[in-house]
């Protein structure tokens, strides 16, 4: 049973004067397990970092989880949290910053009194910041741009198509800008964002019934004021496709692209667009059109997906985390790193099928397949009260009943008719923004730009009608010309 | 009501630490007659199963030269199709289930796990049944799914810590098959299309019955579950092949080792020990395991001195072995400044020295052991992280059975324990160390 106590308390707080702490809202998961969840949600996050300071959101964050607090020096916290195997977890994404953590029921009271110290009574100690300061940076330096070839282009999709918007930078920041970032930039911060209006409390598993309430009270005395209004975010509009390669000396080219799309979960056409997703690309799974098309079929890579929603560090998670949601999203396919030799067919051949998705649609028999698929898979994107206590969190922040109830009843009512109008509408094969991440990237550039061609030569005999498909797709011209290809050196990237 | 009984069976189970039990599901464990093996555990958590099959095979049983990186890419082999469910047929199911369904491949073990609603059951297991009997594949497929392979190996490398990992193996290992990563040598994986009769060789000596458990947690009844694993795998054919795994001669020195990465990076240093084989019944095991989280964990002195106060580096990692045979100790650090890498090696090497001759103290002991249990008890809160837990104790003994006699050993360990192990283990003879740097521009 999700219960969300005082959504209407909210709407009506102001008008009643009912208790300050009512601007907390709260997601409830109460069930007999031993293991105790936590989650606090800020709505706030990296899209209101000031605008010459992106990673501000981040690092503030990150002094609350990682940092001491004003009784106990960081070690002091990581000593008492060593027995009872508890951490405190932290994100920050552009619109939500997380705090979660879980205990066992023997040892919530120790638990519950660090994470709250964490949360309410910061340390702000400069050795602390300087660590996390370094690791934020050595972080974008050498987790995203040296080591992660794919995250990195995904990342940098976001900031090409949201240019110029609150959601532009990276939500760590910049590294010339992280290292300018003082500790009362972080205070500042904290003191405006970090407010009862913008907290979500979300507890789930065995906690007793007067603990939520104590959780609640606790928090007031964050600042309780209305929230600023929210910028709108409006990316701006692409008039043809375009590519940025990002240079670095890595073996192979991974890429991805894709355009804003104006549907978010809650949103009319948010579940025929999710039934193609889950048609078309689902994370991870063989059974994608992309992927059997380039994988499967073609041997070119380890895998090609597709995605309505911000999904960070998909190359190591296997369902989409919680708590990432956003007011703009976008459409985006992933392909794995290629071979040289076969990367630009690789990118042919994935806006080749986007081409015929956006052309023909789903056919009856996927679509009966995949309207089954997702009617059942939302049973286990929530297998964990974790993962269930997040999707509750999301479903309060998009105004929706709880995630498995509206994804079934609104597939169940779902046609193929509706779903093909949807991507018609929706998607498209041109005014792309693509990312590649490679290295001699004039030489990808040649092979990329205009109708090529770009041949591709197995190690094996291939059936006939796939031979036949490979002189399309060889020629399929994907609209880049050489002025819209820029080229940058993976050491300005974030930087 | 189920609940409350779960709670208590949980609850009380866990409380009665002092008997060592720790693993709190009843579950059932049936061997057919074929060798091959059920592992039923009925779990509270609603409408969801979790399918995994582990075959106890991995790179440690590629023992031909140039053949590395087989068992992995038998990973990706089985999905590659039966005459009765071929990869469309197999997909389409799957998918109709709405299940999640994956493989893995490490040393020891290959497993293919499916999660899903419990309604389908029977025709999971009857699908996966017949690939395990049936696997056929085309040449054509073999080598369109060798790219794939290559593939995965590219997007791998474009980390350094994967190709640390490749040389620490390879210096530290002279003979035994942990010499190689479960990726393989590149350029094994580079001829891998050319080795489609020695996979149908591979395929042929390892997967049979009597290298394989089922493991299925969730909402099912261990009868039920028996009846179909009986019905569609009871006449799966045994094999008789036992691969000779040639052992590893006792190392007579310390070895070093360098990577030169191409590209900008953190230096990275990686120490690594000559450690045991896994054992539920000898405590060096667990004892090295409580040791790499008190001299190097987040909350030991060296930590808190390298990562927290000083901040040379900006991580402190161990592996500790939990291996079929003997493998490696390995404690690695990435450092913010190259000029800092010798003082690193000489704090580890220190703190090495420290546990071999100090006692540590009771309390922290006692911190450590209430950790391993909480956190081990922690993370089986949902039927897929039991199996997955299970499986990687199910690849070293084939039964749930170890991890209670591992948790009693825990529960026995003294400081003097711990200081024999780092004396037995943690020596120059035994050593090897590897220095990764990068490009400086």
Do not use: C
């Not at chain 1, 098309?293 to 895998?303: A, D, H, K, L, S």
């Not at chain 1, 703009?328 to 806006?351: G, K, M, N, T």
């Amino acid at each position: 049973m999700i219960g969300i106590r005082n959504f209407a308390a909210l709407l009506v707080a102001t008008l009643i004067g009912v208790p300050a702490y009512s601007q907390i809202r709260t997601v409830t998961l109460p069930s007999k397990s031993p293991i105790v969840t936590i989650r606090l949600v800020f709505t706030t996050g990296s899209f209101v970092d000031p605008d010459d300071k992106p990673g501000v959101a981040n690092l503030t964050a990150a002094m609350l989880a990682q940092g001491g607090t004003r009784d106990l020096t960081y070690r002091q916290v990581t000593e008492a949290m060593f027995p009872i195997a508890s951490t405190v977890d932290r994100e920050v994404d552009n619109e939500m910053t997380t705090f979660s953590g879980s205990t066992h029921i023997d040892n919530l009271e120790a638990f519950y009194k660090l994470f709250r110290s964490m949360l309410l009574e910061p340390g702000w100690r400069e050795d602390d910041f300087k660590r996390l300061k370094d690791n934020t940076i050595n972080n974008i330096r050498v987790g995203l741009r040296g080591n992660n070839d794919e995250e990195l282009g995904k990342e940098v999709l976001y900031s090409q198509l949201y240019r110029g918007t609150a959601y532009g930078h990276y939500s760590a920041g910049a590294i010339s800008y992280i290292e300018k970032i003082t500790t009362d930039d972080l205070k500042r911060f904290y003191q405006r964002h970090y407010t009862q209006s913008n907290l979500i409390v979300g507890i789930a598993g065995g906690y007793p019934p007067e603990f939520l309430d104590r959780m609640r009270k606790d928090f007031t005395v964050l600042a309780a004021r209305d929230n600023d209004p929210a910028p709108a975010i409006k990316p701006p509009s692409i008039d043809h496709t375009r590519a940025l390669i990002v240079e670095k000396n890595t073996r192979s080219v991974a890429y991805s692209f894709g355009f804003p799309i104006d549907v978010k979960r809650g949103d009319p056409d948010y579940p025929a667009l999710l039934l193609m997703q889950s048609y078309f690309g689902p994370h991870r799974m063989g059974t994608g059109r992309l992927f059997q098309r380039i994988r499967e079929v073609r041997g070119i890579n380890y895998g090609d997906y597709a995605y309505i929603e911000y999904f960070p560090r998909g190359g190591n998670l296997m369902e989409p985390p919680p708590n990432v949601a956003r007011r703009s999203q976008i459409f985006q396919i992933w392909i794995r790193p290629a071979e040289p030799p076969q990367a630009a067919f690789a990118l042919r051949l994935a806006v080749y099928e986007l081409d015929t998705l956006v052309k023909d649609g789903i056919s009856q028999a996927d679509f009966d397949r995949t309207k089954e698929f997702l009617t059942k898979y939302v049973n286990v994107l929530t297998k964990t009260k974790r993962a269930e206590l997040g999707y509750a969190i999301d479903s309060l922040y998009y105004g929706i009943p709880d995630y498995n109830s509206y994804i079934k009843n609104a597939v169940a009512k779902v046609t193929r008719e509706q779903v093909n109008a949807t991507i018609r509408k929706h998607l498209r094969a041109d005014r792309l923004q693509i990312v590649a991440v490679s290295a001699n990237a004039e030489g990808l550039k040649k092979q990329l730009t205009g109708s090529g061609p770009s041949f591709i030569q197995y190690n094996s005999f291939k059936p006939a009608d796939v031979l036949a498909e490979d002189k399309i797709v060889e020629r399929f011209d994907i609209g880049l010309h050489p002025d819209d290809i820029e080229i940058t050196a993976v050491d300005k990237v974030f930087q | 009501m189920i609940r409350d009984l779960f709670l208590l069976l949980f609850t009380a189970t866990f409380l009665r630490a002092a008997d060592g039990k720790v693993f709190p599901f009843p579950y059932t464990q049936e061997d057919l007659p074929n060798g091959l093996r059920l592992v039923t555990i009925s779990t509270d958590f609603p409408n969801i199963v979790s399918v995994y099959i582990v075959v106890q095979t991995g790179s440690r049983n590629e023992v031909e030269l140039g053949k590395t990186g087989f068992a992995h890419l038998f990973e990706h082999m089985m999905f590659r199709g039966t005459e009765k469910y071929p990869p469309e047929k197999y997909n389409e199911i799957l998918s109709r289930a709405g299940a999640a369904s994956n493989a893995s491949t490490s040393n020891d073990l290959t497993v293919y796990h499916t999660t899903f609603s419990k309604e389908d059951l029977p025709t999971i297991l009857a699908m996966e049944a017949d690939r395990f009997e049936n696997l056929q594949y085309s040449l054509e497929a073999f080598k369109t799914e060798t790219g794939a392979v290559l593939g995965e190996f590219n997007k791998n490398s474009a980390n350094p810590g994967s190709k640390l990992g490749e040389v620490v193996q390879d210096t530290a290992f002279d003979r035994h098959t942990y010499k190689h990563t479960t990726m393989g040598f590149l350029k094994d994986v580079q001829d891998m299309p050319n080795q489609f009769d020695y996979s149908l060789k591979f395929f042929d000596r390892y997967y049979r019955p009597e290298y394989t458990t089922i493991i299925v947690t969730g909402d099912v009844d261990p009868k039920q579950v028996l009846t179909l694993v009986d019905k569609s795998w009871g006449g799966w054919k045994p094999g008789s092949y036992h691969a000779d795994i040639p052992a590893e001669p006792k190392q007579q020195g310390p070895r070093e080792s360098h990577v030169d990465w191409p590209s900008p990076t953190l230096p990275i240093l990686a120490v690594a020990f000559k450690g045991p084989a896994y054992s539920d019944t000898r405590k060096d095991t667990v004892a090295l395991d409580v040791l790499s989280t008190l001299a190097f964990g987040p909350n030991s002195d060296l930590y808190q001195k390298l990562v927290v106060r000083e901040q040379k580096l900006d991580t402190l990692g161990t592996r500790s072995p939990i291996s079929v045979d003997p493998d490696l100790f390995e404690i690695r650090a990435r450092i913010k400044r190259p000029e800092d890498m010798q003082y690193v090696r000489e704090e580890i090497l220190k703190t090495v020295e420290l546990f071999q001759t100090e006692l540590v103290p009771v309390d922290k002991l006692e911190a450590v052991k209430s950790r391993q249990r909480y956190s081990f008890v922690m993370s089986l809160d949902n039927s897929e992280a039991i199996a997955s837990t299970v499986s990687r104790y199910v690849a070293l003994r084939r039964t749930p059975d170890t991890i209670d006699k591992l948790y009693a050993l825990y529960g026995q360990l003294t400081p003097e324990d711990i200081r024999a192990a780092a004396r037995q283990y943690l020596v120059e003879s035994g050593r090897t160390i590897v220095s990764l740097t990068g490009a400086s521009k």
